[in-house]
């Protein structure tokens, strides 16, 4: 994990972000989704928000016993991994809450850090890399994104004095905009990839809103959008971007 934020030169160049997955408790659609949109906009540079795996059985919260044990849990989210390196073999990810369990378990129990394998390791993903947060260089300006730290209208742009993006909050999926004299930003939230109906997400049944599936884009210019994953009425990725 690196401590600093990555400053990435994406100016003439589309970058995708990923929302947060939860892996193996994540849409069965969303990787061909994400490719597809990945594919449609040409993108060059790809960014996971976090919580690329969930870590139920061992989370600091009560999990559901009907659920994975953790070792059955971790197996499945290394499986379904393979998918997601193979797409995207250079993935920048951001430090999560869900995403860094396996440290925060050792930290809690009093192991030292340093014995554990990185994720590179245990995922078998030689070539992604975990940031706590990111700097992107665009035509329109810097744009920061993290994780999830501002839920509020317009609150972590405000805060950063610059435009940014974030996942976390799996309900909110938007772009506002922010104009003041001499500059426009935007403040984006990029969704999720999670199948809400699994037990994982139970504690979130009688939450409004209700996750959202989609990813963001920004483009060659520095401009934000938003593309919703829709669903057929069986609950499949309908197939079209």
Not at 43 to 59: M, Q
Request: hydrophobic residues 35%.
């Amino acid at each position: 994990m690196h401590d600093v934020a990555k400053e990435i030169n994406a100016k003439n160049k589309s970058v995708l972000i990923i929302g947060d997955t939860h892996l193996p408790y994540e849409h069965i659609d969303y990787i061909d989704f994400i490719i597809e949109a990945n594919k449609k906009y040409k993108c060059e540079i790809h960014i996971h928000v976090g919580d690329e795996t969930d870590g139920h059985a061992i989370s600091f919260h009560d999990s559901d016993v009907d659920l994975l044990s953790a070792g059955k849990e971790l197996e499945l989210a290394i499986s379904n991994l393979k998918l997601w390196n193979k797409a995207f073999p250079k993935l920048i990810l951001l430090e999560s809450n869900h995403g860094s369990l396996l440290f925060r378990r050792m930290k809690a129990n009093g192991i030292p850090i340093r014995v554990l394998k990185t994720l590179q390791q245990i995922y078998d993903t030689p070539k992604w890399s975990w940031w706590h947060d990111v700097i992107i260089n665009t035509n329109h300006g810097p744009i920061y994104g993290c994780h999830g730290k501002k839920s509020g209208y317009g609150g972590l742009a405000k805060e950063q004095g610059c435009s940014s993006f974030q996942g976390h909050y799996h309900g909110k999926f938007e772009i506002t905009w922010h104009e003041r004299i001499g500059h426009k930003q935007f403040n984006m939230f990029v969704g999720c990839g999670i199948n809400w109906k699994s037990l994982a997400f139970a504690y979130g049944k009688n939450n409004l809103p209700k996750p959202i599936l989609g990813c963001g884009i920004i483009d060659e210019d520095g401009i934000p959008h938003l593309i919703k994953m829709k669903l057929t009425k069986k609950g499949r990725w309908a197939g079209k971007i």
